[in-house]
C-alpha cells in the first residue's frame, strides 16, 4: 500500500537533510516561508503523495460544455543540496489539508525523510496574539523534546507554557514525537483581527530565524518588499474590523430617540 503512496522518482544522496513541511494555516505563515525558499534556491522535485488516498473531489470544472477529469490538491516533495557543505534541505508543500487522514499523511511524510536521512522535522505556523499590526511581530519557538528547546535557546525566540497548533502544521510534530524524531515549530506573531490575511510581515521574522538554523543563505528583500505591501492591506483590514466594531456595539442618537418616544406613546 506504501508503494502506491508514495511516489517518488528522484533518489538524491542528501548530506544530513532537515526536513520542512508546510501546509495552508492562518495567514498562510508556512506557504510563504515555503514558496519562496523554493523559489529562491534550486530545489528540484523528489516525489510526491498519491492525492486520491487523501482527498475527495466534491465535483469537477466544465469548459466548453466538457466536463474535465477531476483535480486534486498537490503534497509534493523537492530538495535542495548545500552546496557550502551544510545541511541539505528536504521541502514538503501540501496545497491542502485533508479533512480526514491527516494522521497518516503525517506518518507517510515521516516515511519519506527518514528514508534521505532527514535528522530533524521543521515546521511553521501563526501565534495569534493581541499584537497590533504597526509592531515588529515577534517569533515563539516550540520543539519535541528539551534537547531541541536548547537547541532553539541561541535565537532568543518567544516561549509558552501553553500552545495549540492548529492543524497539520502541528500534528506533524506530534507524530515526529510518536516516532522519536526532533522537531521544532516556529511561529510568527500575526494580529486577532486580520487572521485571515495572509501575513509576509509573520514570515519574514520567521524565516530571519528559520534561514540561519537550517544553514541556508537566502535574500530576503523580495520578501521584505511584499511585508511592507501587506502591512498596508491589514491596516485597512484593521479600519474595517473597527468601523464594524462600532456599528455592532454603537446606536445612533436618533434611533434611540425614537425608540423612547414609542414608549411614550405607548405609556398614555
Excluded at 506504501?2 to 522518482?9: E, G, L, P, S, V
Aim: glycine residues 8%; charged residues 25%.
Amino acid at each position: 500500500m506504501t508503494n502506491d503512496i508514495i511516489k517518488i522518482h528522484a533518489r538524491p544522496k542528501l548530506n544530513a537533510p532537515n526536513l520542512l513541511a508546510a501546509w495552508p494555516g492562518i495567514g498562510n505563515v508556512a506557504m510563504v516561508i515555503a514558496n519562496y525558499l523554493k523559489a529562491k534556491l534550486p530545489f528540484k522535485e523528489m516525489g510526491y503523495l498519491e492525492p486520491s488516498y487523501f482527498f475527495d473531489p466534491i465535483g469537477v470544472l466544465v469548459k466548453d460544455d466538457v466536463v474535465e477529469e477531476p483535480t486534486f490538491p498537490q503534497s509534493v516533495f523537492y530538495y535542495w543540496k548545500n552546496t557550502k557543505g551544510g545541511h541539505d534541505l528536504i521541502l514538503f508543500i501540501g496545497d491542502d489539508q485533508p479533512a480526514a487522514k491527516g494522521y497518516d499523511l503525517a506518518h507517510y511524510i515521516l516515511d519519506v525523510g527518514q528514508r534521505f536521512g532527514a535528522g530533524r522535522v521543521y515546521t511553521c505556523a501563526a501565534a495569534i496574539t493581541r499584537i497590533h499590526h504597526t509592531e515588529p511581530p515577534k517569533v515563539w519557538g516550540v520543539g519535541t523534546s528539551h534537547l531541541v528547546t536548547t537547541d532553539l535557546k541561541p535565537y532568543n525566540l518567544e516561549h509558552s507554557t501553553n500552545l495549540q497548533i492548529a492543524g497539520l502544521n502541528g500534528l506533524l510534530l506530534g507524530v515526529a514525537k510518536e516516532r522519536d524524531i526532533d522537531g521544532a515549530c516556529l511561529l510568527g506573531e500575526v494580529p486577532v483581527y486580520a487572521s485571515r490575511v495572509t501575513n509576509p510581515m509573520a514570515a519574514l521574522a520567521v524565516l530571519k530565524v528559520l534561514a540561519p538554523m537550517l544553514e541556508i543563505k537566502v535574500d530576503l528583500a523580495e520578501l521584505a518588499k511584499m511585508a511592507v505591501e501587506a502591512a498596508e492591506r491589514i491596516k485597512q483590514v484593521a479600519a474595517q474590523a473597527m468601523e464594524e466594531y462600532i456599528d455592532y456595539f454603537t446606536e445612533p442618537i436618533w434611533e434611540r430617540g425614537e425608540e423612547g418616544e414609542e414608549e411614550d406613546e405607548e405609556e398614555r
